[in-house]
């Protein structure tokens, strides 16, 4: 039995079903699975990333750019229909820039961070003419070297690993001792390097952490994170045009999990939007979101091929599982596993219900998709659906592990 009294999933309010079946890119399940051929699949639908951009687009002041960072999902035919609705794309690898490129993302507008960039790449962001976020100073005569070698002057922004942490993030990615960005005392030294070198130095990057459910804990970042850019911005050989001040925005994946109150980060940025046209009159604030643009827009399907009931207990063996979605087994940064949200796709709303639990085909009890969770009875042949899949999903999970034919994508 299912305690009554446990927290459950947000509602899958962004979807909407039909006779039975969950509709994902206008089309009932059954038929989307028939037109891909086969299964497991990720399927992201249009319509859904269209809506969240337009739903950031009226809580956010018109002035604050929207990034794509595309680690999130680089399916590039997804990359693509992104960077025609938000004005910039964030990569983290030269494979990422050639995707952003193809996809036909403004170079003006992509910039590229991360750790451990290697010499070639830094040259090929130089010769693309994309925005460098410089994480350490080993990076900084690479790129003055590059910028001789090509005549084009690198433009460089500075990861700044800030003096302060993303309280309640999912993930911290700014804060003490970390590999990301360069520490607050050793960014002066890097500016003045930049200006002796005559790199075009456009601004600084801040990002805190990730999966942020808690609008307080976002505001507050960002009000740090401009007051740590205007100090900064003292010493730079340069206005600041660039100020990214990271995302962090979460969705709810655990039950409990409620979903992100966009008022008031607006109304933080609108606040900060103003100040900057005073103290940084020629810096655009630019926010980078993954996750929370893509997220929610995409789903997981794969097909039960066996059911079986151990000491009373129901696994729908599937198709697919860790090998396709890591994050969903629990595997991908959870310290405690926990269910997403999940249905049997074809039988949405269904009265006849059980507990059940959905495992993928690997030999590992890591490979756990739902565990013991309420679903409509099910049968081999039926649809598995692991929501709030748009992100993190196939390019973040182990595909080669035990030889199963890889995930196919689509974007519908
Ligand atoms: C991973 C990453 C993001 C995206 O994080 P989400 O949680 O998916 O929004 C944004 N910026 C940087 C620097 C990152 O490393």
Sequence with gaps: MINKQAPVHAPMSQWSTHDGQLVVGSLPLTTLAARVGSTPFYAVDRGLLKARVGELRAALPPQVKLHYAMKANPMPALVQFMAGLVEGIDVASAGELKVALDAGADPAEISFAG?????????????????????????LPVLARASQQLGLPARVAVRVNPDFELKGSGMKMGGGPKQ????????????????????????FHL????QNL???????????????ALRLAEGAPAPVKFLNLGGGFGIPYFPGEQRLDLAPIGANLAALVERAAREM?????????????????????TRIVDRKVSRGQVFLVCDGGLNHHLSASGNFGQVVRKNYPAAIGNRM????????????????????LADRMELPVAQVGDLVVIFQSGAYGASASPQAFLGHPHVTEVLV
């Design 207 to 210: 990002f805190a952490g990730s």
């Design 349 to 368: 709303g269904a009265p006849d219900t059980e507990v059940a639990s959905a495992v993928g085909p690997l030999c590992t009890p890591l490979d756990l």
């Design 281 to 301: 009159p020629a810096a655009h604030i630019v926010i980078e979101l993954g996750r929370y643009l893509v997220g929610e827009a995409g789903v997981y399907v």
């Design 115 to 139: 750790p451990g960039k290697r010499d070639p790449e830094l040259l090929q962001a130089v010769a693309a003419g994309v925005l460098v976020n410089v994480e350490s100073a080993r990076e």
């Design 180 to 203: 990301f960005g360069v520490d607050v005392d050793v960014v002066p030294e890097l500016l003045a390097f930049a200006a002796r070198e005559g790199l075009a130095f456009e601004g």
């Design 214 to 228: 808690k609008a307080e804990s976002i505001c507050e970042a960002q009000a740090k994170s401009y007051e740590l």
